[in-house]
Every structure is written in C-alpha cells, then in structure tokens.
C-alpha cells in the first residue's frame, strides 16, 4: 500500500492535486474492498464510519477526481448503478466482468480471449486499442440453484 499512496500522491501532485486526508480515506477504503466493487452509498458507509465528517458530496467528487486520473474505474452496470474499483499497477487488460441479473454479484474473471479480434479491429479500422470492457450478464451459482430448486418443488406439486 505504501508505494501505491506514492504512486497516487505522485499523480496528484503531478495534476496539482494534493493527498488530502479525505482522498486518503476513501483511497483506503476502495483498496481493502478492491474486489467487492462498492457503489458511492457503500463506500459512503465505509468512509462514514470512521471519518464522520467527509459527506457524501466529497466521496462522489474524489471518485470523479481518481476515475480522471485512472486511479479508479467507474463501471456502470444498468439499473444497479455504478460500481468503483481501485486500478492497480497489477490490473490486466483483460479485466473482465460476470454480473448477475438476479442479485446484482459481480465476479470478475481474466482472460486474453480478445487477443485476436483486438488485433483485428485495429488492422482493419487503424484505431490503436488502449483497453476493453467484457461483460456478460447472467445468473450467477447461487441464483441458478435457487431456480433450479423452485422449478424442483414445482415439478414435485405436480
């Protein structure tokens, strides 16, 4: 975490920004939590807890602020809204997403798959790729059993 906050207070100060103690706080908060991507009201609650203080209008600003400077993504996933991540020097390519469309989960998997097509697309249309966004949207293994179960009970009423 050390180098990271380095890293951070370096590209801060390189856009005339500094670490204040609110953009610490919220930092900290998406890094402890970097694979549950948190929503602004989760991460409110995190940074709440501990810093009264700091309101919701600085959280949704810091956000703003990290997503700018690629220090976070901001993902949006429908209905459900938009959810942060941390971005790590360790972040993939091929950072892909599996949301659920019954419980809103979110897992993430990683896989080249688009190696070829990106290749492709870039030949073809002379557009250099920075990055991409995989997602499929499903029903994750706790959603598929609880279907499959009421279609059991539904099956045995009969």
């Known amino acids: 975490m050390k180098k990271y906050m380095d890293d ?11 670490l204040t103690n609110q953009r610490k706080v919220i930092l900290e908060v998406l890094f402890n939590n970097r694979h549950d991507h948190l929503n602004v009201e989760e991460i409110y609650k995190y940074v709440h807890m ?3 203080e700091i ?14 400077l690629g220090i976070a993504h901001k993902m ?13 020097e360790e972040d993939v390519h091929y950072h892909h997403h599996l949301f659920c469309i019954d419980c809103g989960k979110i897992i993430e998997f990683n896989d080249d798959c688009l190696d070829s097509l990106e290749k492709r697309i870039e030949n073809e249309h002379n557009f250099s790729i920075q990055d991409h966004s995989l997602r499929f949207y499903g029903l994750c293994a706790d959603c598929k059993n609880k279907d499959l179960r009421g279609l059991d009970d539904e099956e045995s009423k009969n």
């Open 55 to 68: 309101g919701l209008a600085t959280v949704y600003r810091t956000l703003d602020t990290f997503v700018e």
């Open 50 to 52: 501990n810093n009264p």
């Open 8 to 18: 951070l207070k370096s590209k801060l100060r390189d856009n005339d920004l500094r």
């Open 76 to 88: 949006e996933f429908g209905d459900k809204g938009a959810r942060y991540e941390i971005k790590d």
